[in-house]
């Protein structure tokens, strides 16, 4: 069975840094491309980042670009998401998603909850 | 980036009745359009993928048709089970861009 399970969320003050996990397991990590959406209370979807199965392509919504990285470690079949310069829009439950292609996303977790507030 | 305008943002239907959803994006996106169903407390499920292939598991009452920049979700048949949010997702360009959503009711 396809799962994966986020990790990493919280309460952060403004201006600090957080950073999420997502362990998969029931597939071939290494060979999916991965992305973060991220849903804000009683909003839509924003997606917010997508790296390919190897690393080599790397994407980011505007609104992330330069505060957030998006990474990951096969061995580890692990997706990270560091998250810098924290802001109080940044507040949402936060999914990752396999993509393949990327926009295609079959598999979802249940999500990390950030709360960035004094 | 490519706007992804959905409408309409709420809507009511009575089971068994025929719904269609919208998807208008801001250029052509060449069929890269997906389809997500969200229920109440529960993460996303995709539905529908190439604007028109029905991902594994999804009952065949749901469809997706289009072309270009216009693309639209049918659901035949209104279910109890199917009371939800529904986005689009453009696939054609990064960044990924998501329609604001419609919320689907039993009238």
């Known amino acids: 069975e396809v799962q994966l399970v986020e990790s990493g969320g919280g309460l952060v003050q403004p201006g600090r840094s957080l950073k999420l996990s997502c362990v998969a397991s029931g597939f071939t990590f290494s060979n999916y491309g991965m992305n973060w959406i991220r849903q804000a209370p009683g909003k839509g979807l924003e997606w917010v980042a997508y790296?390919?199965?190897?690393?080599?392509?790397?994407y980011y919504a505007e609104t992330v670009k330069g505060r957030f990285t998006i990474s990951r470690d096969n061995a580890k079949n692990t997706l990270y998401l560091q998250m810098t310069s924290l802001r109080s829009e940044d507040t949402a439950l936060y999914y990752c998603?396999?993509?393949?292609?990327?926009?295609?996303?079959?598999?979802w977790g249940q999500g990390a909850s950030v709360t960035v507030s004094s | 980036d490519i706007q992804m305008t959905q409408s309409p943002a709420s809507l009511s239907a009575s089971l068994g009745e025929t719904i269609s959803i919208e998807c208008r994006a801001s250029e052509d996106i060449y069929s890269n359009l997906a389809w997500y169903q969200q229920k109440s407390g529960k993460s996303p499920q995709l539905l529908i993928y190439?604007?028109?292939r029905l991902q594994d598991g999804v009952p065949s009452r749901f469809s997706g048709s289009g072309s270009g920049t216009q693309y639209s979700l049918k659901i035949s048949g209104m279910q109890p089970e199917d009371e939800g949010d529904y986005f689009c997702l453009q696939g054609s360009k990064f960044p990924l861009t998501f329609g604001s959503g419609t919320k689907l009711e039993i009238k």
């Open positions: 790296i390919s199965s190897g690393s080599s392509y790397i």
């Open positions: 998603a396999r993509g393949w292609p990327y926009y295609v996303m079959d598999a």
């Open positions: 190439a604007a028109n």
